[in-house]
C-alpha cells in the first residue's frame, strides 16, 4: 500500500469515527429531551439519560461534563429544528403557504415522533432557568426563532403591522408547541385531518365574516378567604411562568414576598402543592370568565369574544396571571394528566360555545374542538407578550392579538 492509499484509509476511518460520535450524541440529546419533557431540565439526571439511551453514566459525561451543559444543548437541538423548520417554509410564495408548511413539518415530525421514528423535541419552559453564560446564547437563539417566525409575514410596512406580525408569530409558534399535549387524542390517521382543521382557524378565524370585535369587560374580581396564600399564589404563578417549574425555587418565591421560608410552609405544604394550587387559581380563574359571560347572555360569539378579552387582559395586567401550561413538565406523572384533564374540560367547554355559536350564525363553521385547544394556547401564553402589550393602549393590545384567532393570522382588521 503506497502513502496516498494509508492517506486514504486513514480519512475513511475518521470520518466514520465522526459520524458514529455524532449518532451517539444526537441519541444523547434525543434521551435528554425526553427527560426534560417529564422531569423539566432542573429535575434530568446523568444516570436516567444514560438508561435510555443504553450507556453508563461515565459514557454520557464523555460528552457532556456538567448536567447544565447536556440540557442547554438539548435546548438548543429543539431550537435549531425550528429554525430549519421555518427556514424551510420562508421558501413559500405567500404568507398563507408559509404558515400552512410549517404547520405541516411540525405535524409530520408529531407523525414520526408517534411511529417511534424520532424522539419528541425539547420543551422550552425551562429556557431562561438556564445558567449562564448558556442563558445568553439560548435566549439570542430564541429571539432568533421569533424574529424569523414573525418574517413568514414579510417585511412590516410600521410599527403597527410590526406588533400585529409579532402577534401572530407568537401564536403560531405557541399553538405548535402546545400541539403534542392534545394531539395524542386523536389516532395517526386523523392527523391530516387535524391540520386542516386547525389551518382553517388560522387561515378564516372564528368569526364570521362580519363579526365585530365589541366584548363586554367581565368583572372577575372577589373576596379572597386567604389574602396572605393568594398573595403566595400569584408570586408563585409569575415565577413559574418566567422560569419553569424548577426555575422557581420556594426560596426564589420567599424572597420576591420578602418573607421567610417558613413563612412559605405556613401556607403550603410542598412546591407540587403549589404549583397545584396555581393551576386550580388559574383554571377557576377561566371558568369563573366562561360562566359569568354565560350569566350575562347576549350571542354566543359575545359571550366567546367577551371571555378571550378578559382573559388576555388578565394576562397583559401581569398583577393577576394564569399560569402556563409550560410548567407542566416537571410536575409527578399522575399531577399532569389531572391538570391536563382540568385544561380539556375547559377547552370542550369553549367548544360548547362555539357549537352552539355556529348553530346560531354568530360564529363561523369549524372544528370546535381543535379551535378551542387553540384559544388555550392563545390565552396562556398570553404572559409572554404582557411587555409587547404595555407598549400601546391596553384595549389595543388585547383586540390585536385576539384577532390572531378570533378572525384570522392573515386578517389586517386589527389594524385600522
Not at 76 to 102: C, F, G, K, N, W
Amino acid at each position: 500500500m503506497d502513502q496516498t492509499e494509508d492517506v486514504g484509509s486513514a480519512g475513511a476511518d475518521e470520518e466514520q469515527g465522526t459520524k458514529r460520535f455524532r449518532a451517539k450524541r444526537d441519541a444523547i440529546l434525543s434521551a435528554a429531551a425526553e427527560a426534560i419533557n417529564e422531569q423539566s431540565a432542573k429535575g434530568m439526571t446523568f444516570a436516567d439519560v444514560a438508561r435510555r439511551v443504553g450507556l453508563n453514566t461515565t459514557s454520557v459525561t464523555y460528552y457532556f461534563k456538567r448536567k447544565e451543559d447536556l440540557a442547554a444543548a438539548a435546548f438548543e437541538h429543539t431550537l435549531d429544528q425550528l429554525l430549519a423548520m421555518i427556514d424551510e417554509a420562508s421558501a413559500a410564495a405567500t404568507p398563507r403557504e408559509r404558515v400552512r408548511r410549517y404547520l405541516a413539518l411540525n405535524m409530520e415530525r408529531l407523525a414520526r415522533v408517534q411511529r417511534g421514528e424520532e424522539r419528541a423535541m425539547a420543551v422550552l419552559s425551562d429556557l431562561r432557568a438556564t445558567e449562564e453564560p448558556n442563558r445568553t446564547r439560548l435566549m439570542n437563539r430564541w429571539r432568533e426563532v421569533f424574529r424569523r417566525t414573525r418574517g413568514l409575514w414579510g417585511a412590516a410596512a410600521n410599527r403597527a403591522e410590526t406588533d400585529l406580525f409579532g402577534a401572530r408569530a407568537h401564536v403560531l409558534l405557541e399553538n405548535t408547541f402546545w400541539l403534542p399535549v392534545w394531539l395524542v387524542r386523536y389516532e395517526p390517521d386523523q392527523y391530516a385531518r387535524v391540520e386542516a382543521r386547525l389551518m382553517d382557524v388560522f387561515d378564516h378565524g372564528i368569526a364570521i365574516p362580519d363579526g365585530r370585535w365589541a366584548p363586554q369587560p367581565i368583572d372577575l374580581t372577589h373576596e379572597e378567604s386567604e389574602p396572605g396564600r393568594a398573595a403566595f399564589l400569584l408570586a408563585a404563578t409569575r415565577l413559574i411562568n418566567e422560569l419553569g417549574y424548577r426555575g422557581a425555587s420556594v426560596q426564589r418565591i420567599a424572597a420576591e414576598l420578602n418573607v421567610t421560608k417558613g413563612s412559605f410552609y405556613h401556607h403550603l405544604d410542598a412546591k407540587d402543592d403549589l404549583v397545584i394550587a396555581c393551576y386550580r387559581r388559574s383554571f377557576d380563574t377561566i371558568s369563573d370568565a366562561q360562566r359569568l359571560a354565560d350569566e350575562a347572555g347576549g350571542s354566543h360569539w359575545q359571550r366567546l369574544s367577551s371571555t378571550i378579552a378578559t382573559l388576555l387582559d388578565v394576562q397583559f395586567a401581569e398583577r393577576t396571571p394564569l399560569l402556563r401550561t409550560t410548567a407542566l413538565s416537571g410536575l409527578p406523572g399522575v399531577v399532569r394528566t389531572a391538570m391536563v384533564d382540568r385544561s380539556n374540560r375547559i377547552a370542550r367547554r369553549f367548544a360548547g360555545t362555539m357549537m352552539d355559536g355556529i348553530a346560531e350564525g354568530s360564529i363561523r363553521a369549524v372544528d370546535a374542538l381543535v379551535a378551542a385547544q387553540a384559544l388555550m394556547a392563545l390565552q396562556n401564553a398570553a404572559f409572554d407578550m404582557r411587555k409587547w402589550a404595555a407598549a400601546m393602549p391596553r384595549e389595543r393590545a388585547v383586540a390585536m392579538y385576539a384577532s390572531t384567532l378570533l378572525f384570522g393570522l392573515f386578517d389586517d382588521r386589527a389594524l385600522r
